[in-house]
């Protein structure tokens, strides 16, 4: 896939998405790492039914060590792993609370030594409250950058450094969003919607839908 066609790509996912953010819920940036958190193996639409209950009570690091564990899980019980995650939460907050004043940090490096926080996790914190342009690559934007032949990889760390690579500059802030969006709306795992797909005749699927081959 040449340049031209990679930005034609976003040119077309931009007019159709032109202001694409994450489903997920959340007012400060600390609500976003929660959320995130919870977010693994879990649908955002069961995550933001947690969230929305949990925040009315704590939505800070000092409110939710409040709680305690116990109390968090009563309300994140409804999501998957959530003894774990419970866990995780409790001892990111001390953290963010003995090391960082209770604010959530601006660096990849402090966000991936929190518990329950990985590369992907912390690229979602980075761009999505802070405004940096990087890339988060989940099964959907793997999906999608391999499927349509935009960004190819073995692992999300080759596909995320190949879209960062390739990805105009003035398309990296939303390329995150526009990617997820596509891939869990358009571009599925089991049934791709190749008929109603903006891109389709710049995509390099080979196993596109019969209907939009026909």
């Keep these: 896939m040449n340049a031209a ?3 034609e ?8 998405n032109p202001k694409p953010t994450t489903e997920l819920r959340y ?15 879990a649908t955002d639409v069961g995550v933001n039914k947690a969230t ?27 999501i998957g792993l959530y003894n774990s995650k419970a866990k995780n939460i409790i001892k990111t907050c001390r953290i963010l609370v003995e090391q ?5 940090p601006r660096r ?4 991936e030594k929190l518990p329950g926080v990985g590369r992907k996790t912390a690229n979602v914190i980075l761009n999505t409250a802070f405004g940096e342009p990087t890339i988060a ?5 793997f999906r ?14 080759e596909v995320e450094k190949k879209l960062l690579k390739f990805t105009p500059d003035e398309f990296k802030r939303n390329a995150h969003h526009w990617l997820i969006l596509h891939g869990r709306y358009v571009c599925k795992a089991q049934k791709p919607d190749c008929p109603n797909c903006v891109i389709a005749d710049l995509c390099e699927y080979r196993h596109k839908t019969k209907a939009q081959a026909g």
């Design 9 to 16: 790509i976003f040119r077309r996912l931009r007019k159709a």
């Design 27 to 41: 007012r400060t940036p600390f609500e976003l790492l929660v959320a995130v958190i919870l977010s693994a193996q």
């Design 5 to 7: 066609k990679r930005a």
């Design 108 to 111: 990849r490096e402090d966000l």
């Design 137 to 141: 690559v989940d099964t959907h934007v």
């Design 100 to 104: 960082y004043g209770g604010q959530v």
């Design 144 to 157: 999608v950058a391999n499927r349509t032949g935009l960004a190819p990889g073995k692992t999300p760390l």
């Design 52 to 78: 929305a209950k949990l925040f009315e009570v704590a939505n800070t690091p000092e409110a939710i060590l409040k709680l305690g564990e116990r109390g968090l899980k009563r309300y994140i019980k409804t």
